[in-house]
């Protein structure tokens, strides 16, 4: 009687809201208009609404939402930007994108996001802006992030990737710094079917610039006003979204179940279970643990039928694209421990607790 869990199972998204998702088809299809038409437009009103922000601007992913947000600040060339040096690439890819240089700080371990007394520390007189990632759906902790900005003269770009609907003292992601990038990759909290991304701010000014530079920098069709890019949330992408939208934070809440379920049958095992400090409100997107034997662990529950994902097994300043930034081993130790140790159990909306419970059993079969 081998067990079946599969790390994420996003079929189980359609099968919930098929009926829906076919009728946003046919009408997307029956409409004759695919790329920024309505369904874009009021998919940008209702999300910013979500977040409790002015404005949501729809582009083509999550990187080049990061990306424009830093082009529309003028971030280039000569400038620095911090970034976390534990994160999945595409936010250090968007500063490189811009001409910038990023520059890397060590996590906290309890909580895996920015640590403010070493994001101080890497103030420089070329920095323009600080880009915390809110990791695995947790926020990092932004109000000494920000008090650092303000005493410096920088911006707050939040990587709101992995953040759909986390909060942070009660306001959401999106709000918590000058702007937000958000992904909505099929396997995000909230995610299309294919790639899909926002940029989501409180400066009009931005969302402004955002907007013309993710269509080849045009305000009016043909008349091309700056360098642009061809980034679009596409109308197909947007009708579904809108959909998923009216159930995330329900979605968010089944996770957040789990997660209890999980922290509580855990509990005693050898493994470092995920911090939630009182500060913010974790919307899981993954539920990661660490432990010594990580490897080990990993191949083990595959063995009994339980699928685990590691984010990430390499951390970015080791990757070769990296390479040129000379960041050798052993520049960030924590960051490598955190790459060497970290294990993503099952998690997702569809997930059933008794799934839950068996991972728990077979993890406390293999320690
Ligand atoms: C997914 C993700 C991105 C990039 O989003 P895409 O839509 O895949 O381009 C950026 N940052 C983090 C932390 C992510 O998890």
Not at 96 to 121: D, Q, R
Not at 139 to 159: F, G, Q, T
Not at 298 to 311: D, F, P
Request: proline share 5%; charged share 20%; with cysteine.
């Amino acid at each position: 009687m081998s067990l079946s869990i599969p790390f994420l199972n996003l079929r189980s998204t359609y099968d919930e809201l098929s009926a829906e998702i076919d009728q946003a088809y046919h009408r997307v299809m029956d409409s004759g208009w695919y790329i920024l038409g309505n369904e874009v437009t009021l998919f940008e009103q209702e999300f910013a609404a979500y977040c409790g922000a002015e404005h949501c601007v729809g582009v083509g992913n999550g990187l080049d939402a990061l990306h424009l947000i830093m082009r529309a600040m003028g971030i280039g060339e000569g400038d620095e930007v911090i970034v976390p040096a534990n994160t999945y690439i595409a936010t250090i890819l968007a500063v490189i994108y811009t001409g910038a240089t990023p520059v890397l700080v060590e996590p906290s371990l309890n909580t895996y996001t920015l640590n403010p007394a070493l994001v101080e520390k890497a103030v420089t007189s070329r920095t323009k802006a600080i880009l915390p990632v809110h990791l695995y759906g947790f926020p990092a902790d932004m109000d000494p992030i920000n008090a650092i900005a303000r005493e410096h003269s920088l911006k707050v770009i939040e990587d709101a990737a992995q953040a759909h609907g986390t909060s942070y003292r009660g306001r959401r992601a999106g709000t918590l710094g000058d702007a937000a990038g958000f992904s909505f990759y099929p396997g995000k909290n909230l995610g299309a079917f294919g790639d899909g991304g926002a940029v989501v701010t409180n400066d009009g000014e931005i969302a402004d610039r955002v907007r013309v530079l993710r269509n080849y920098g045009s305000r009016v069709k043909y008349q091309n006003e700056t360098i642009g890019y061809n980034t679009r949330l596409d109308e197909m992408h947007a009708a579904v979204l809108r959909i998923k939208l009216r159930k995330l934070d329900e979605w968010n809440d089944r996770r957040r179940a789990l997660a209890d379920y999980y922290l509580n049958g855990l509990k005693g095992l050898d493994l470092v279970l995920p911090e939630v400090p009182s500060f913010g409100e974790h919307i899981w997107h993954l539920f990661v643990v660490r432990s010594a034997d990580r490897d080990n662990l990993q191949k083990k529950l595959a063995a009994a039928g339980i699928g685990t994902m590691i984010h990430y097994p390499i951390p970015p300043h080791l990757q070769p694209a990296c390479a040129y930034l000379g960041l050798s081993q052993g520049t960030f130790p924590i960051t490598e421990a955190i790459h060497r140790e970290v294990l993503s159990l099952p998690m997702g909306p569809h997930l059933l607790q008794s799934e839950v419970q068996s991972v728990i059993d077979t993890a406390g079969r293999c320690l």
